[in-house]
Each structure stands twice: as C-alpha cells, then as structure tokens.
C-alpha cells in the first residue's frame, strides 16, 4: 500500500497536478509517525511513510495549506473524510485547491 501511494504522489508532482503532498514522515522510532508537508519526490521517497502508526488526522493541516499557491494532494482515510467535509461546509479551506486521495 505505502508504494502505491509514494508513487501516486511522485506522478501527481510530477506531472504539475498537485503542487504538495501532506502526509506522514518518519519519526525517531517506528510508532513515532508525524504528519508533514512533501514538496518534492526526494522528501518523499526519504521520509513519507503509510503504515499501522499513521493515525494522526492530516485534514486540519488543509486549512493554512489550501490557501496556498496551488494544489496540495491529501491523503485521507476514510474516517478523515468527515472532517475534511466540515471544513469544507465551514469554508475554512478551499476545495478547489486540495486534490483528495484515499
């Protein structure tokens, strides 16, 4: 699933769709798992990581990222999906700057 999604991620910067990628990175320890910011193909294939630890809700960090220049590319588990639709009813982001991947 974690290659899937890395190459998902590169393709999409890659062809010019998305601009950034927030999704988790690597900590010090294994369970240690932190969302971030990607913005190039190198920070992802050194640091993004998709596993069992990576529980934290990265939809909250859309509101100052979709305000942004550009697209950022979400990755959201299903259950992160709610929140990002309330942010959306709120408008506190900018659908038309967040490219959604499950």
Known sequence: MQEAIISKAKQLLADGTVNRVIGWKK???AYDVTPAVFESAEEID????????TSAN???YLVKESKKEGKVLVFLKP????S???LIKEHRVKRENIYVSL
């Open 27 to 29: 900590g010090e320890f």
């Open 46 to 53: 050194s640091d993004f990581v998709y596993d069992d630890f």
């Open 58 to 60: 990265v939809s909250k």
């Open 79 to 82: 259950c992160d999906t709610y």
């Open 84 to 86: 990002l639709n309330q």
